[in-house]
């Protein structure tokens, strides 16, 4: 814990109160995209890594994943002497066998709720040795038939003193009456907001603002060549609508630049919609 406290130095100011909040309560925690949640997540797994109480993690995939192991080698090079164990991703090719192994050595495991539910119904998992669950992406347990509020209702009635911490990123999922049945299927009591206009998200954020560097490469010689070429036709095309449709047209604006400009082109291609049944086919083409 005191390691973990010093990492928590690494941290943004808001995401140390968010870890701060995850420490002392179970709830639904509910966090605006960017963030860090990954990041919080890590320096939260970290304390787990080398403990023999056991921590599982529901609904993290292979590529959030290698995100995490990415996260927690920083946080491990950082400590001399360090030994602890890293996580371990239960894929489907571990056998029943390997997996129960796997839970009795404690530490933290990241395992499908699928495989989850199979092991708990066998009896395969120390319940009283499981620390806590931390549940990703929880906006999915809205639908009580899901695999992960079943694993949560085995697991309660297996060891009602752990731990339930939830997150995701997605406060849309949770509109009208979905809150509180994702509160109940989550089987937790509170809810942390944190959106991005709290106040202690935008003192972090104003204080480390993006710096915006802008590259323009220089174009080959044949690209140059290519493009003064594609703007000679382009202007044949232009000046050949301006004489041929200046009487079922607004010409006026009809210019190179105003045609490679996003909004301008985009206007005069509303204008020139409405105009195109009375021109003739030739000029359709054109």
């Known amino acids: 814990f005191f390691r973990l406290v010093l990492q928590l130095i690494m941290a943004a100011k808001f995401q140390r109160q968010i870890l701060e909040d995850i420490f002392s309560s179970d709830g639904l925690f509910v966090l605006a995209q960017g963030l860090g949640l990954l990041k919080i997540l890590a320096h939260l797994i970290r304390g787990y ?93 809205v639908d009580q038939d899901s695999p992960e509020a079943f694993v949560l209702r085995l697991f309660r009635e297996a060891n009602p003193t752990a731990f339930v911490k939830a997150f995701t990123q997605h406060p849309e999922y949770l509109l009208h009456a979905k809150l509180d049945r994702l509160l109940h299927n989550l089987q937790v009591r509170q809810l942390f907001l944190w959106p991005r206009f709290k106040l202690e998200v935008i003192e972090s954020l104003e204080a480390h603002g993006a710096t915006v560097i802008e590259l323009r490469p220089k174009p080959s010689s044949r690209v140059a060549t290519l493009q003064a070429l594609l703007l000679d036709v382009l202007g044949q095309v232009l000046s050949e609508l301006r004489v041929k449709a200046s009487q079922r047209l607004d010409v006026g604006e009809m210019t190179v630049e ?21 021109l003739p086919p030739a000029l359709r083409l054109v």
């Open 49 to 141: 890594c080398d403990s023999q109480q056991l921590l599982l993690l529901l609904n993290i995939d292979e590529k959030q994943e290698a995100h995490l192991q990415t996260l927690l080698r920083r946080l491990t090079s950082q400590e001399s002497n360090s030994r602890s164990r890293p996580p371990v991703f239960l894929r489907s090719d571990y056998t029943p066998r390997q997996r129960g192994e796997l839970y009795h050595r404690g530490g933290c495991l990241f395992v499908s709720p699928r495989n989850l539910v199979v092991d708990l119904l066998c009896h395969r998992v120390p319940t009283h040795a499981v620390a806590g669950i931390l549940v990703n992406d929880a906006h999915v347990l």
């Open 258 to 278: 105003n045609v490679l400009s996003p909004v301008a082109f985009r206007r005069l291609r509303r204008e020139w919609e409405i105009a195109l049944h009375s």
